[in-house]
């Protein structure tokens, strides 16, 4: 029974495959249109913050009652990879990091054990807990921010109009969340003098719990009679600061106003929340993010539309200003790549129009719309969006599908010009090569799979590389033994009769180079191997890189003060920062985050936990070539005028967030020991000239006030510590003992000394206490002050102290390169480390060495498949040596082209090596089945090597030339650049060698000697 052809067929019916070619562009042209844009793929942030806070507790106390018994439970989590925790006098938090290997569909599950498993030891946890809290959606993405700033309003007055702005854009479509940053919460502050109340006589805890139950809000009742209902309400709540200032108190029979001994001022928290401002003035922002699967490009335009709609109804003085606009981004990268699709097809269109003749490069030129109008409606089934991996996957795939078709056009025209008809042509080419073609096929796509299953977030996050190619690359042999058979009979002239031509320059320059090779076969075997183990012995010439930094205007500022540093003293630091970027034309705008870092407005961020040492800017140049002038000046000014911080100013990451370039990580048992060989250390990688701004994410220790107790004494007077530190934390910090109830917001009432107390140990020492019987004492009759010192946070990972030594990089010089630089004195320092104390390479090497482990994990699938797929087609062990023998020569090209062109060997490079793979092993196969079909149809072995290398030489040629011409629009991209390259070189080289090292390898595997006659 004859086998079923797919060419014969769609030219038996012509009309339904025209529908199908219409309905396919039309059914393409509505999926673009619908496909969602973003700048960066979405991938999964296996990342959980667990939080607790236990309010007066010591370090000490706060790691061995609560971060040691929450990470103990956390370190049952299933998947789990390691936990990371800082912890502070009396709060801790914990980062659960998931193994790359947990799928995304399993996160969900995780965290919900991860609740469950804390809730069972909550009752473990010491009294006074506050929480623990959970926040699960650490990777949610703000692409839009707003930054609301007022002239002559106050603060509550701005948020006002903020929280209305916030409740209408919630319901623009596509909108998930809207959050606030910078806002500060308002206090009641009720400010009393101590002596005064010692004097009166007052009770201060009485005072306090007065004002508790005036103010408390509690049901009265419900009078029913026979006709109605009637709610009971009791008065006496606060609606302002004059009914507190109202509230009078009975003292030895008098009657006593709070307004008489203390004061009552409406005012913002202080010390201040984490703030944020924009171009030096203070604001509160309003961060969009944009529910998953949504439009960016859509998303903008709707804000934007209700943005000027707010905006219009905003008070003169209030002001609406865009710092972040993700959209704008996305819109901006798609179009540039966009630009590089069009080129690329336009530089593939022009070898074949000039290559193949203008009917037959029509042919090939129709393949692509055919093509594409079916694969962006696969796309948007698989939910894979317009981005710039999906992106630079399409051009990939293009210089890739081209081959098909072309393959069968050359097939086509070839047998035509040989007399046969059209219609017997196409029929002859889908008999001859459509299996080979579709082996081809799934080869080049299996050069993917490690990509495509890699079990990392950086796998995750160029996934859509595999999808995107190999569902074109499946696609395309489709169209090419469908569709291009059928617009090839329409196009083509007929050429029935007609005598072969004769071969041209070129294919007599090839045949000749071919036959020399064939004849000095040994020569060329050797030669080729040696400039493989010449390409194998540079390699460790090529810088390794994991992703590239972003060629995005932005720079991030960061700015850490000496970790016991009050918000002041940042925002100080800062107010020096930005006085000096006001000065900077090439600065656009800027945003500043003090006490914070910035939100996650990209995807890659490697967003910061919020303290009051740390600040974060994000200035915002005018291009690339601003940004480039901007970052060294910005280093210099915190160098001379900010030494005591430690800053850093680095461009956006592309991929998974790493921070630090260079890190690592000292830990053991005690802190003390890990403090001493982290300097030690630092001290060791000092010596690296390619190292600056070393520094440590914990090392210095903070002052601490403690107040000892003659607990003897206190206990004649009635005193307990108990009741003294609640004293001490009203005197101090203030209580609160209320709430205010204003419209939308709870304000918070905090009864707290006068400042002159609050900032004063002297005053401390003379504060009044009361005692039970009514009188009052200084503190100094029972207590005595000294100052000690504690660390103000400790950073642990899976439960031992850690410390991080960290390190910015000098020059264009790589990390990787520096830490294999660095390798054998890191190895000898932790051969003399103790027992139980380690120094670990971490930041961006060991990030590139995980994900390089998913890929090279999935490698062996790869060789299966191919080998499998090989040996379906070839049906032979040793013309499957023959192919495997030709795939690693493109090793030559590969490290030829990036040293020329000084490019990393890089995580993206790595993926376009394995993509190459297949791309040789296709082209591979069908030469050899050519070969064995001449040799089949009764043709000298020899003769046969060289006939079929002189047939398949065009399309291989030509599919190479493409690929190669069309990777140049991409080459200069930052991103994908490397990759470009590796294919170019690694396929140029790839393709002489398949039609000259392969025949010459072919021929002396199967000992085949060239004919008597000489005449091949």
Known sequence: MSRLNLSEWALSHRSFVVFIMIVAMLAGGSAYNKLGRNEDPAFTFRTMVVQAAWPGATMEETLQQVTERLERKLQETTGLDFLRSLTIPGRTTIFVNLRGDTSPEQVADTWYEVRKNIADIRHTLPTGIVGPGFNDSFGDTFGLIYAFTADGFTHRELRDHVETARSNLLLVPDVSKIDLIGTQEERVHIEFSVDQLAALGLNQASLLAALQAQNVVRPAGMLITDNERLAVRVSGVFDSEEDILAVNFVSNGRLIRLRDIATVKRELADPPQPMFRVNGKPAIGLAIAMRDGGDNLALGVNIDKAMRAIVANLPVGVDATLVANQPAVVDQAINEFMLSLWQAIAIILAVSFVSLGVRAGAVVALSFPLTLGIVFPLMMMAG???????????????????????????????????????????????????????????????????????????????????????????????????????????????SVGATPAEPGPVMRAFRGLLVGAMRARYVTIIVTIAMFVAAVSAMPLLPRQFF????????????????????????????????????????????????????RFYLPLNVQLANDFFSQLVVVTHDMEARLRMEPKLLKFLAEELPESIS???????????????????AGPDIEKVRSLAVEFAGLIAESPNLARINFDWIEPSRMLRVHIDQDQARRLGLSSSALAAILQTTISGAPITQLRDDIYLIDVVARAESEIRTSIASLRSLQVP??????????????????????????????????????????????????????????????????????????????????????????????????????????????????????????GIVGALLAANRPLGFVAILGILALIGMIARNAVILIEQIEADRDAGMHGWDAVVAASMSRFRPIMLTAVSTVLGMIPIAGTVFWGPMAYAIMGGLAVATVLTLVFLPALYVTWFRIGEPASGKA
């Open 548 to 599: 590239p930094a972003s060629d995005r205007p932005e720079l991030l500022v960061d700015v850490s003060m000496p970790q016991n540093v009050s918000i002041h003293a940042s925002r100080a630091a800062i107010d020096k920062l930005e006085e000096f970027l006001s000065t900077q034309e090439d600065v656009a705008h800027w945003s500043t985050y003090i006490g914070q870092g910035a939100i």
């Open 648 to 666: 850093r100013v680095s461009p956006l990451e592309l991929g998974p967030p790493v921070g630090w370039p260079i890190q690592y990580r000292v």
């Open 384 to 494: 894979i969006d317009l981005q710039r991996i999906s992106l630079g996957a399409l051009i990939i795939a293009l210089t890739l599908l081209v081959d098909n078709a072309m393959t069968t056009v050359d097939a086509m025209t070839s047998r035509m010009a040989q007399g046969h008809d059209k219609a017997e042509s196409a029929s002859f080419a889908y008999r001859t090569l459509a299996v080979p073609m579709l082996t081809g096929t799934f080869i080049s796509a299996a050069g993917f799979v490690p990509i495509g299953f890699a079990q990392s977030a950086a796998g995750e996050y160029t996934f859509s590389i595999f999808a995107v190619v190999a569902i074109s690359l499946v696609v395309s042999w489709f169209v090419a033994v469908v569709f291009s058979p059928l617009v090839g009979v329409t196009l083509l002239k007929e």
């Open 771 to 892: 005692l039970p019987d009514g009188r009052s004492i200084p503190m100094s009759q029972f207590a005595t002050f000294s100052f000690e010192q504690e660390a103000p946070l400790v950073w642990r990972r899976d439960r031992v102290p850690t410390l991080t030594v960290q390190a910015d990089l000098v020059g264009d010089v790589l990390p990787a390169t520096v830490v294999n630089q660095m390798s054998e004195a890191v190895a000898a320092f932790n051969e003399r480390l103790p027992p139980g104390y380690s120094v670990v390479a971490g930041g961006t090497v060991e990030e590139s060495a995980k994900s390089q482990a998913s890929v090279i994990a999935v490698v062996p699938v790869m060789v299966l498949m191919m080998l499998t797929f090989l040996m379906m087609q070839l049906q032979s062990f040793s013309r499957m040596f023959l192919v495997l023998s030709v795939i690693p020569m493109g090793l030559i």
